[in-house]
């Protein structure tokens, strides 16, 4: 069995005293991958003209760090070119089995924005976003807070990850963009085991907005899920929401459970946002974290299951970990089940 908490759920932990669990509990929220530090993603282009392929080497190299390949830093530029570069960033092109696409944006600036949330929620290595009246291109990254950041490869703009309004492009202009369509490497690095893939958990939701659920549950070759379940507790452990599917399948989207999970219904105050799934062979997986409900501007995270800071995987760091905390990790499971009794 294994546990994920980026935000640790002490109390009920505690209460249970099961202290050997609240190890293995809190473990993730060291390891989990943020890739908004800046590990080494960022670089400026090498001469003009360049800014999408230094862009897309930019996003490429953070798609790398994610999947867990030990060569991310020698995505460069120019390791890029060769497959990428046509006088001009070719609209579709493979860079190290991580194929990328280009797609247009909407004109109005309410449905751009819109559709560029739901890219970086998608893709949390980003999007290389395209102004082209500049002309030129930056490293979308991230959404956060009500605010989109990027990094902008030109040489006069500061370095790294920066509010766009920082950088010499903007949302309102920006007409294109080029992302990651498929990327064969995330597939073969966690094809191995039971894992949650890009699961989106809240970190504060504005009173009375919602959040769609997302993400994958995925069992291990050979096994299929049997169950997944999902709940929000308060702040005494209540549980106040809940859904739950027997899946009986190898993959299972937590979109389906997306109309009975309603956010925009709870009051302002501390929850907890829980997900376990089973599989057949008994495997569970149970994610974890806490968030606030509050006036302010609603923000998520992306989590995945077998992927720590280091870009090696989770997995077997917990795995190691198993047989001195079985007992106490599937008290754990067994009280998380109870939710849904």
Not at 115 to 130: A, C, F, M, R
Not at 233 to 241: C, E, G, M
Not at 274 to 290: I, K
């Amino acid at each position: 069995m294994n546990t994920a908490a980026p935000h640790a759920l002490k109390k009920r932990l505690l209460t249970l005293a099961l202290s050997l669990a609240f190890l293995l509990t809190c473990l993730p929220a060291a390891l989990a991958v943020d890739l908004n530090v800046d590990a080494g993603f960022y670089f400026k282009q090498s001469r003009g003209g360049t800014c999408t392929l230094a862009s897309a080497a930019m996003m490429l190299r953070r798609r790398a760090y994610f999947d867990g390949l030990s060569d991310w830093t020698n995505v460069t530029e120019n390791s890029v070119r060769s497959t990428a570069w046509a006088n001009g960033l070719a609209h579709s092109f493979t860079y190290k089995e991580m194929q990328v696409s280009y797609a247009t944006l909407p004109s109005g600036l309410q449905s751009k924005t819109a559709v560029l949330i739901s890219l970086l929620e998608q893709h949390p290595e980003g999007i290389v976003l395209y102004d082209r009246t500049q002309p030129h291109a930056v490293l979308l990254t991230d959404y956060t807070n009500g605010i989109f950041y990027c990094s902008d490869p030109a040489g006069n703009i500061g370095y790294g990850r920066i509010p766009i309004t920082s950088s010499s492009v903007s949302i309102a202009r920006a007409s294109c963009y080029w992302y990651v369509t498929a990327d064969h490497n995330s597939v073969a690095a966690q094809a191995d085991g039971l894992r949650l893939e890009g699961v989106r958990y809240p970190v504060n939701i504005r009173t009375g907005s919602g959040m769609t659920l997302t993400g994958t549950a995925n069992s291990a070759t050979g096994t299929t899920l049997t169950s997944v379940q999902v709940a929000i507790l308060d702040a005494a452990d209540q549980t106040v929401q809940s859904a739950a599917a027997q899946a009986n399948a190898a993959a299972f989207s937590l979109n389906t459970l997306d109309s009975q999970i309603r956010f925009g219904e709870l009051p302002e105050g501390s929850y907890s946002y829980m997900v376990l799934v089973t599989d057949s062979t008994g495997e569970s997986l149970c994610f974890a974290s806490d968030f606030t409900v509050s006036g302010s501007a609603s923000s998520t995270q992306t989590y995945w299951s077998v992927k720590d800071a280091e870009g090696t995987k989770l997995q077997q760091t917990v795995q190691q970990m198993e047989t001195t905390v079985e007992t106490a990790a599937e008290t754990t499971v067994s009280w998380f089940a109870k939710l849904f009794d």
